[in-house]
Every structure is written in structure tokens, then in C-alpha cells.
């Protein structure tokens, strides 16, 4: 935290003593998002054939998004994909192989041209499988892992490309909003949930047809951070990944520290964390990065994005001649059927390898851009996050990056 903050805290005497307390307390609880206004224009609703709802996948239930989900209009219901939406658990066992030690749930989507191919897998046999991508998604604090599908409506795009989506949950009794813990010191290194994550990922790769080569990691505020760790700590495994709204790498290392990286970012550790990393990992292959910040974000600040702008330039060896022409796409005119915030896209190549997209848009606070507003933590103004994330992810995979 800044010098500022703390000397205004201390003349604010003990009434603001203790809210600052209580705010620490609630740490990266994050307030209830105001559902944005939707567009005046009437959409006509699709019909609710028997066949689109037969085919609509099961959600798995949570109190505010079985609300949420009965509240959708006709026409978000008929776009709901179809496919199968399975949860499950993964344990890390004890040495003895036998007693669970510690439990994460999961959800885990499959397009209908993937999963009805899944359900006759031999695991056993992998020939003459076609093999699908599969994107990890890490949700943000005070969400579930069906909160951030429907909130991100990522299963709708990926089922039309044929691409699984993984969603791990973080437990309530881990964290009481569900945060994950990105600014523990012992996780940013590696350890904590990241091997949580990792051994999940490890057993749907073995259980279903994934291309290991195609395997992406994204995520929202606390999950982007969390996503930044476990790619950092396991490079090989991921072909890029995505990170909307996400604090810096490498600093914070307490509750009150990680407030302060919220607010400021922590420029005094940009360059020493990658520095570790690079310790830890000499031969650290390329990770393809895309960052997206709302300018209005008063969660998580602008600056973590410049900072992680940064880190990724230091990780992947750019330099300034990396940049290209930036692309600017202004607001939508007023009245347009479907509301666009304004936006700024940065692309960073080496060579011919696009390994930095940074998008900065206007009017965005802490949400999702293009997400579903009628649940927390998204903004029904685009531009369509989600869609930047296939988009990009769809450029790489693992076996192409420079180092192989």
C-alpha cells in the first residue's frame, strides 16, 4: 500500500481503523456487480423446439445460478449449447496411495461431436482418436465453476469449435469466497492448489481424448493471477494462456500485500519474480499471452496490466521492435443492437510468433467483457472476451513455440 493510504488510514483515527479492519477481513470479496442495462432494441426470442432443450446440458446446481439460469430469456436459453456437462472431484493421495488428502471439485464441458466420441474411448487405446483441445478455466473469487460458464457463455463458442472446457472449483472451505490463494508465496512457487490444478488437468488428459499439444489456461481476477502461477510453474504443459483483469506476478505474500498489489501493482518486484522463475526454469520454453484489462476496474487496477506487460516481455525476450500496429475499435453508436465498449488491441511478435496481445478497453470495470450480466462479475458490453481467448488460443500450440 502506498505511503498516501497509510497516512490517511491513520488520521482517520479508530472509526476507520476498524472498517479498515473489517475490509481486510473480506479480503477480495468482491462487490455485487450492477447488471448493465441491456439494449432498448427487443430481440425476437428463438422458438424452444423440444429438440434444443433436449439437447441443453445439465448444470450443475448453485443457488444463484439455477436463479440466474431461470431468469435467461428465450433466446439466451435456445443458444445454450448442447454437449454434456459432467462434475466431478480430483483427490491427491497420501503416500500409502490409499487415504485422500485433499479434494477439488471440477465441471467439465464436452461438445456433442466430442463427448458422444469420448463415451467409447478406451483409455487403453488412444488410436485413431481424433484428439480435441481443451481450455482450463479458472474462475474469480465469490463465483463457481457454473457461475463462470454461464457468466463467460465460453461452452457456446467452444462446443461450435469442438473444444473441451475445464472448470476446477475452488473450496469454500479453502477460502470463504472462493478465492484462490495467487498471493501466498509458496503457490506463486509452485505448490498449494497449483498441483491441485496440475493433477486434474493430468487425469482428464488420460481420461478423455485431449490433444496435449493444445492444452490452454485463462481465468478472471483471482483466476487469471492463479493461471499466470500454474503456467509459470509448468510451462510445457500449456500452449498459451489468457488473463482478464488479472494482479501482477510474484508479489503481495499476505493478505494486506496482496490489497496493496490490487491497488498499485508492485513495481519493485516485477522484474525479480521473472528473475526466479528464469532460476527455477533456465530453459523456459515461449508462453503465448493475452491480457485484458477494463480501464474502469477499480478491483484490480490498470497498472497490474503494465506490470504484466512487463513480466511477459521479460519472460519471452521481447523487445521494442516487437510491437505491431495497433488496433482501435471505437464504441458502439447508441441504440446498436449489441453494446461495445471501446478498445485498444497491442500485438508483440518475435519474429513471426505473436507471443503478447494486450487489449485495454474503455468504460470496463471488474467483469467480464461480453459475459452474461445477469450474473455478477460480467458486462454485457463486448468486446466478447471469451471469443478473444479462442481466437487467440487457436493460433498456438505447443509444439510450434520457438523453443522446439
Not at 504443459?237 to 490489497?259: D, Q, R, T, W
Request: hydrophobic content about 40%; charged content about 15%; aromatic content about 6%.
Amino acid at each position: 500500500m502506498s505511503r498516501l493510504w497509510l497516512r490517511s488510514l491513520a488520521r482517520a483515527g479508530r472509526a476507520q481503523q476498524i472498517q479498515a479492519s473489517k475490509l481486510l477481513k473480506s479480503l477480495l470479496t468482491k462487490p455485487k456487480a450492477k447488471a448493465q442495462a441491456k439494449p432498448k432494441t427487443k430481440i425476437k426470442a428463438k422458438p424452444k423446439s423440444s429438440a434444443i432443450l433436449r439437447k441443453r446440458p445439465k448444470i450443475a446446481k448453485s443457488a444463484r445460478a439455477t436463479a440466474a439460469l431461470r431468469n435467461l430469456d428465450a433466446d439466451a436459453i435456445s443458444s445454450l449449447p448442447s454437449g454434456i456437462w459432467l462434475t466431478s472431484f480430483y483427490s491427491s493421495l497420501a503416500d500409502s496411495a490409499i487415504l485422500p488428502v485433499r479434494r477439488m471439485t471440477y465441471c467439465l464441458y464436452l461438445p456433442d461431436q466430442y463427448s458422444a466420441h469420448a463415451a467409447r474411448l478406451n483409455q487403453n487405446n488412444h488410436e485413431n482418436k481424433t484428439l480435441r483441445p481443451l481450455i482450463v478455466m479458472l474462475h474469480g473469487c465469490e463465483q463457481s465453476a457454473t457461475e463462470f460458464a454461464l457468466g463467460s457463455r465460453m461452452n457456446q463458442l467452444a462446443g461450435k469449435k469442438g473444444v473441451a472446457v475445464l472448470y476446477p472449483q475452488q473450496a469454500l472451505r479453502a477460502h470463504p469466497n472462493r478465492c484462490w490463494k495467487w498471493y501466498d508465496a509458496a503457490t506463486q512457487e509452485g505448490g498449494g492448489d497449483v498441483q491441485m490444478i496440475i493433477g486434474m488437468i493430468k487425469k482428464i488428459t488420460q481420461k478423455y481424448p485431449i490433444d496435449t499439444t493444445r492444452i490452454y489456461l485463462c481465468g478472471i481476477s483471482a483466476g487469471a493471477a492463479m493461471a499466470d502461477i500454474v503456467a509459470l510453474n509448468h510451462p510445457d504443459l500449456f500452449a498459451a494462456i489468457g488473463l482478464h483483469s488479472g494482479p501482477m506476478f510474484g508479489a503481495g505474500h499476505s493478505k494486506i500485500g496482496a490489497y496493496g498489489v490490487m491497488q498499485h501493482g508492485a513495481s519493485h518486484r516485477v522484474g525479480a519474480a521473472i528473475t526466479e522463475v528464469l532460476h527455477r526454469t533456465p530453459a523456459f520454453p515461449s508462453m503465448p499471452t493475452l491480457l485484458i484489462q477494463g480501464m474502469s476496474d477499480t478491483i484490480v487496477r490498470p497498472i497490474n496490466q503494465s506490470q504484466l506487460i512487463q513480466q511477459t516481455f521479460l519472460l519471452n525476450r521481447l523487445t521494442a521492435d516487437s510491437a505491431r500496429a495497433v488496433a482501435r475499435q471505437p464504441a458502439s453508436a447508441a441504440g446498436s443492437l449489441k453494446a461495445a465498449n471501446a478498445y485498444e488491441v497491442h500485438d508483440f511478435y518475435l519474429g513471426k510468433k505473436l507471443l503478447l496481445r494486450s487489449t485495454q478497453i474503455a468504460s470496463l470495470g471488474h467483469a467480464w467483457s461480453g459475459g452474461n450480466a445477469s450474473l455478477p462479475f460480467n458486462s454485457a458490453s463486448g468486446p466478447d472476451a471469451s471469443k478473444m481467448m479462442l481466437d487467440f488460443f487457436s493460433l498456438h500450440s505447443r509444439i510450434n513455440t520457438l523453443n522446439t
